[in-house]
């Protein structure tokens, strides 16, 4: 049995360690899996552009994702490396399960029940006005207009907040895919993948496979200021892969620790000391209770100057191969090209079996 494995990451900022050991740690160890037959990592910059962003710098995002990619190993010879949007056959795909995917099975989804929150908090007012003010240039008001309809003004409940996981289920199922490694907040999507897929299945005839989805193993990486939150954001809360040494010295010497003075793994009681042994366990590979014995009658301070090291020379390479692709964009486009290019084939036949089977063919 062959795997066909897909994933994905929004380009929505610098990606951080807790990005690297949740996520892209997995897919590097699926590509190297002697049975995965394909693998496809995309860049969703159609799933970033559902919350407020910045045009200006969007293309700059993604960039440095594909290049944080390629850093970590995703390794263009076994793999492709696409832009989502690059592959046009995505949002179709994503358009023709909405037409048997119920509205409530969306309504229920944890994730978008949050992104209703994060709405609601926000200004619900809509500021565009089309009328350009005398003496103003027409141009520079519309660009002026334009930055303010993407930004948080924006930011109500679309349509896209509800169909999001349609077109991820179209991502997986576009390719055939039957493996997809994710954070386990992404399970209910994988979920809803299954059932939109079975649906077709069952009206259309069998065309898509199961979908399995890979979670890392204790992998969970909270953040340095407020261990009980993921790691999501930089800033002081999480270490970008792209820190310096200084920066991610003086974080970890900040990060959040708890009451008491052992270092013990107890994720009740001790949360950021828990979560700090969990990053020097897995860039380490020394299991927790070693390092626990190893640190028993040594103080908070003294772990941390350790792990940063272990953080410092862990990151070390993988920065030293960004430079290399950075400062050589034209090998990223030439991968890039390339990859969307095979994905395009394999998609477009998918897609005209799909037709076949719907009657638009
Ligand atoms: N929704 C995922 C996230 O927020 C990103 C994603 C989009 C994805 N399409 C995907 C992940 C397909 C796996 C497979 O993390």
Same mark, same amino acid.
């Given at each position: 049995?062959?795997?066909? %494995?897909?994933?994905?990451?929004?380009?929505?900022?610098?990606?951080?360690? &807790?990005?690297?050991?949740?996520?892209?740690?997995?897919?590097?160890?699926?590509?190297?899996?002697?049975?995965?037959?394909?693998? *496809?990592?995309?860049?969703?910059? /159609?799933?970033? *552009?559902?919350?407020?962003? !910045?045009?200006?710098?969007?293309?700059?995002? %993604?960039?440095?994702? /594909?290049?944080?990619?390629?850093?970590? =190993?995703?390794?263009?010879?076994?793999?492709?490396?696409?832009?989502?949007?690059?592959?046009?056959?995505?949002?179709?795909?994503?358009?023709?399960?909405?037409? %048997?995917?119920?509205?409530?099975?969306?309504?229920?989804?944890?994730?978008?029940?949050?992104?209703?929150?994060?709405?609601?908090?926000?200004?619900?007012?809509?500021?565009?006005? =089309?009328?350009?003010?005398?003496?103003?240039?027409?141009?520079?008001?519309?660009?002026?207009?334009?930055?303010?309809?993407?930004?948080?003004?924006?930011?109500?409940?679309?349509?896209?907040?509800?169909?999001?996981?349609?077109?991820?289920?179209?991502?997986?199922?576009?390719?055939?895919?039957?493996?997809?490694?994710? =954070?386990? !907040?992404?399970?209910?999507?994988?979920?809803?993948?299954?059932?939109?897929?079975?649906?077709?299945?069952?009206?259309?005839?069998?065309?898509?496979?199961?979908?399995?989805?890979?979670?890392?193993? &204790?992998?969970?990486?909270?953040?340095?200021?407020?261990?009980?939150?993921?790691?999501?954001?930089?800033?002081?809360?999480?270490?970008?892969?792209?820190?310096?040494?200084?920066?991610?010295?003086?974080?970890?010497?900040?990060?959040?620790?708890?009451?008491?003075?052992? *270092?013990?793994?107890?994720?009740?009681?001790?949360?950021?000391?828990?979560?700090?042994?969990?990053?020097?366990?897995?860039?380490?590979?020394?299991?927790?209770?070693?390092?626990?014995?190893?640190?028993? &009658?040594?103080?908070? =301070?003294?772990?941390?100057?350790?792990?940063?090291?272990?953080?410092?020379?862990?990151?070390?390479?993988?920065?030293?191969?960004?430079?290399?692709?950075?400062?050589?964009?034209?090998?990223?486009?030439? %991968?890039?090209?390339?990859?969307?290019?095979?994905?395009?084939?394999?998609?477009?036949?998918?897609?005209?079996? *799909?037709?076949?089977?719907? &009657?638009?063919?």
């Amino acid at each position: 049995m062959t795997t066909r %494995i897909f994933s994905g990451m929004r380009p929505s900022g610098k990606l951080h360690l &807790g990005n690297y050991l949740g996520a892209i740690k997995n897919w590097i160890a699926l590509q190297d899996a002697p049975d995965t037959a394909t693998c *496809i990592f995309a860049a969703v910059d /159609l799933h970033a *552009i559902t919350t407020p962003y !910045d045009p200006a710098t969007f293309q700059k995002n %993604i960039n440095d994702v /594909l290049l944080d990619y390629l850093a970590a =190993g995703v390794d263009p010879k076994r793999s492709l490396l696409i832009r989502q949007s690059r592959v046009p056959q995505h949002a179709e795909l994503m358009w023709l399960l909405s037409t %048997i995917t119920p509205v409530g099975w969306l309504e229920r989804l944890p994730n978008y029940r949050e992104k209703l929150t994060q709405v609601a908090e926000m200004t619900p007012s809509f500021g565009f006005s =089309g009328s350009v003010p005398p003496g103003k240039d027409v141009m520079q008001h519309a660009r002026e207009q334009a930055s303010t309809i993407l930004d948080k003004k924006s930011y109500q409940n679309n349509l896209s907040l509800l169909a999001y996981p349609v077109l991820m289920a179209a991502d997986i199922l576009l390719y055939k895919a039957d493996l997809v490694p994710v =954070g386990d !907040d992404q399970l209910p999507h994988i979920e809803l993948t299954n059932e939109v897929g079975s649906k077709f299945n069952h009206l259309f005839g069998e065309t898509f496979p199961n979908v399995r989805p890979f979670v890392a193993p &204790g992998a969970r990486i909270m953040s340095l200021q407020d261990p009980t939150k993921k790691m999501s954001k930089t800033g002081d809360d999480g270490i970008a892969l792209t820190d310096s040494p200084d920066e991610i010295r003086g974080k970890i010497k900040r990060a959040t620790t708890d009451s008491g003075r052992e *270092i013990m793994f107890n994720e009740t009681d001790k949360p950021g000391i828990s979560n700090l042994l969990t990053i020097f366990s897995t860039l380490s590979g020394a299991a927790i209770d070693k390092l626990e014995r190893d640190y028993a &009658g040594k103080s908070y =301070g003294d772990f941390k100057a350790d792990l940063a090291e272990v953080v410092v020379g862990f990151l070390e390479p993988f920065q030293r191969r960004r430079a290399e692709f950075a400062a050589d964009p034209a090998t990223l486009a030439h %991968i890039l090209t390339e990859s969307e290019e095979k994905a395009r084939i394999v998609a477009a036949e998918h897609l005209a079996e *799909i037709h076949q089977k719907m &009657g638009l063919r």
